[in-house]
Structure formats: structure tokens, C-alpha cells
């Protein structure tokens, strides 16, 4: 071997021609960016975006995504963190100080609140639940302490639809500012800011990838202020994403208003049908009249994820939802929604709520994939009729 081989197979003088161009943008990976000069490595500002400082602050891939992000949701800056978890952690931290107070509705995303239990009060954050039900009591709930009110629109697993302007307005008035969960509506069906909420946060994970195979969460804001606030943070806390990850976000954009509005359809017609199965007592879809808040879902949205839950009768045991649930083929038993394959998963709810917040009998949660929706009645009747009427 030649001794400068190594060495040239580094620092070798070939550049492509430039102007190469596909329907997907490249993929650039990186921890070191390197600098042509020291002055030039001295005038970068990481947090200014017309260049590069390190693979943690950005890279063309994660510029690119957080641009389009931003888009998405209506707003004009985005950070991006490896998980939707991560994002609800970031917007806490980088808004919440000890003795500060947020506010969680009763439906919120579980591992907010546990966060909100564990962590935050580690650090001497308290924190109270409010029923998104009720925008009287959410103002009769505000005190000198609290910064932060979070939102879900729907709740989680009970698919409550709030009156998100109305819970906006409540805080706003109150000098508080507003994060809204948005990784049901995407972007797609529901626009946080058009209904005056500061902050917006989707866990990525769920309908932008859409494979089922990334992890992934944004937060977005229209104010400069409140973006270099969570743009600290995240530099801090050291929350970058890898350029794979972001590459299969981006690739799954293209299709998403397609794959949000198949999956819409696929779970009003599931969801409809289940209702009228003898089992179901109630369905859980904010898309369907009689379920909680469908007034509220009609006057924000414009459509509705393929996400929804029933609940079956009181009478029967758990073991027999249990049944049911492991006698269905083509959904498959798994936590998160939105990818290609149609999920499920029991819950327990007298482990999840207060007794008052509780619905009667057992609740089920069904994610729609993207598969042929008869097959998807044919193997939901099978399942009923092996659990429950055999
Ligand atoms: C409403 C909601 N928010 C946030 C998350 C967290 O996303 P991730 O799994 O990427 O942490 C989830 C995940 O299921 C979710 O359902």
C-alpha cells in the first residue's frame, strides 16, 4: 500500500458536478461540519440558519424537514427532537421554572402527566388536571402560578373534542401561554395557530413518517421569541435527530395528505359499522355524531384522523376483550398509530382515570393501517363472533 493512500482516500481533489436534482432531497449526515477558515468557523451562528456549526444544530436534511414542518402546521419555526415524547419534555423545560405551575387536561397524552409526576416535580414544578370539557373551569382553575396550559384535541384513548379556541382564549386572556398536541390532527385536519395556540407540537412518528419505523417529534411556534427559547433548550439538552431518520420523514410527506384522508375514510366506515355491532355500547370517534365533542370536531376541523376506540359492554370480562382482541388477525397488537399495518390495543381504564373521569366498560382502541377495509370488517367480525358469541 502507499503510504499517503489513506491519507488521499480522505482528502481526495474529486468533487461531482453540481446540479444534480431528484424528486427526494439528499441525505446529509454529519457530527463535524467542517469550515474552510477559522474566521469562518468564528462568524458562524448556530442558531442563525444561513449556515452550518455541527451535525446538532443542523444539517441541510434536518433544515430542510423543520421548513417543511413549519409549513405544515401553519407556523414559521420548527425544532425537531427524536421522539413526540421528547418534544412535550422539551416544551415543558424550556417554559417551565420551579415554582411555575402547567396545567394537563384529564385526557392528555399518558406520558406527559407522567412526566409532569415524576420529573417536573422533581424540580419543583406542580401541576393540576383540568377537564378540556369545560373552558369555565379551566379559568376558574388559572393561578398566579401557572405558565403553561397543554391541549389535546381529541383527548387520548376517549377521543374527547374540545372547544380548542375557546380553551385558547381562556389562557390567552390570562397571560398563559398554549401548547397544543397536535399529532392527531397533523397539520392536515387541524391547524393549532389558526385558533390563537402559541406553541404546536406532533409527534412526527405518527402521520408525517408514516412507516410505523421512526421516532420523531416536532415543536413549532410563529414567535421568534418563543422558538429561541426552545431553540436553547434543545441546544442544551442536545435533542438533535439523525439525517436517516429525518430522510424517512421527509419521504413520507409526499404522501401523507393522501395517506391521512384513506385512513380518515377507512376508520368513519370501521367505526360506524362497529357501532351498530351488539357488543359496542359506544363509539369513540369525534367524527361521529353522539361522540363527546362532535360539535366541537365540526367547528375546528376539516377531517379526522383513522384513529378511534369503542367501548363493549360492562357484562363482559376482561378476559373475554382480551379475547377479542388477540382473535383479530390483520389488526395487530401494538402501541402507535398511523403506519401502514391496522393496530389495536385494550385499556384498562380504572388505571388511566380518576373514578369520575371513568367510562363505563372496556375500552378498545383501533388504529387504521392501509389495508382493504372489507378485510378489515371481515377479520373485526371473526373476532367478535369467536370472543362473544360462540
Ligand atoms: C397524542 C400523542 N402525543 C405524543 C406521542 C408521543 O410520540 P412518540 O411515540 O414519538 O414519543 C404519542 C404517541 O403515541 C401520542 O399518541
Given at each position: ?8 482516500l480522505i482528502h481526495h481533489p474529486y468533487s461531482p458536478p453540481a446540479g444534480f436534482e431528484a424528486p427526494q432531497p439528499g441525505v ?37 424537514l423543520e421548513e417543511r414542518i413549519a409549513t405544515l402546521e401553519g407556523g414559521q419555526h420548527c425544532v425537531l427532537v427524536p421522539s ?307
Amino acid at each position: 500500500m502507499n503510504d499517503d493512500l489513506p491519507t488521499r482516500l480522505i482528502h481526495h481533489p474529486y468533487s461531482p458536478p453540481a446540479g444534480f436534482e431528484a424528486p427526494q432531497p439528499g441525505v446529509f449526515k454529519a457530527s463535524t461540519v467542517i469550515f474552510p477558515n477559522v474566521a469562518a468557523m468564528q462568524a458562524r451562528d448556530w442558531r442563525r440558519r444561513d449556515g452550518y456549526t455541527y451535525g446538532l444544530h443542523g444539517t441541510p436534511t434536518t433544515f430542510t424537514l423543520e421548513e417543511r414542518i413549519a409549513t405544515l402546521e401553519g407556523g414559521q419555526h420548527c425544532v425537531l427532537v427524536p421522539s413526540g415524547l421528547a418534544a412535550v419534555a422539551l416544551v415543558d423545560l424550556a417554559f417551565l421554572s420551579p415554582g411555575d405551575e402547567v396545567l394537563l387536561p384529564v385526557n392528555v397524552y399518558g406520558p406527559s402527566r407522567e412526566l409532569a409526576r415524576h420529573e417536573l416535580q422533581r424540580m419543583g414544578i406542580t401541576h393540576r388536571l383540568y377537564d378540556p370539557q369545560d373552558a369555565t373551569a379551566l379559568a376558574a382553575l388559572i393561578g398566579p402560578a401557572t405558565r403553561l396550559v397543554w391541549l389535546e384535541a381529541p383527548g387520548s384513548v376517549t377521543m374527547e373534542f374540545p372547544d380548542l379556541a375557546g380553551l385558547a382564549a381562556v389562557a390567552r386572556g390570562r397571560g398563559v401561554l398554549t401548547a397544543l398536541d397536535n399529532t392527531w390532527g397533523a397539520g392536515l385536519a387541524l391547524r393549532g395557530f389558526d385558533h390563537g395556540i402559541d406553541i404546536v407540537m406532533q409527534a412526527l412518528t405518527k402521520y408525517p413518517s408514516g412507516g410505523g419505523d421512526v421516532l420523531m417529534g416536532s415543536v413549532v411556534t410563529r414567535d421568534a421569541t418563543l422558538h429561541e427559547r426552545l431553540k436553547l433548550t434543545h441546544m442544551r439538552l442536545g435533542l438533535g435527530v439523525g439525517a436517516n431518520d429525518a430522510e424517512a420523514v421527509l419521504r413520507g410527506l409526499p404522501s401523507m395528505a393522501l395517506r391521512y384522508a384513506a385512513q380518515d375514510a377507512m376508520g368513519r366506515q370501521l367505526a360506524t359499522w362497529l357501532g351498530t355491532q351488539p357488543e359496542v355500547t359506544q363509539v369513540l370517534h369525534p367524527a361521529l355524531p353522539g361522540s363527546p365533542g362532535h360539535a366541537h370536531w365540526q367547528r375546528h376541523c376539516s377531517a379526522a384522523a383513522g384513529l378511534f376506540s369503542v367501548l363493549l359492554d360492562a357484562r363482559f370480562s376482561v378476559a373475554q376483550v382480551h379475547a377479542f382482541v388477540d382473535a383479530l388477525r390483520l389488526f395487530r397488537i401494538g402501541y402507535s398509530w398511523a403506519g401502514p399495518v391496522s393496530l389495536v390495543v385494550p385499556y384498562e381504564l380504572s388505571t388511566m382515570r380518576e373514578p369520575a373521569q371513568r367510562l363505563p366498560g372496556h375500552l378498545v382502541r383501533f388504529s387504521m393501517g392501509l389495508e382493504a377495509v372489507a378485510d378489515l370488517k371481515t377479520d373485526l367480525l371473526q373476532a367478535l363472533e369467536s370472543a362473544f358469541r360462540s
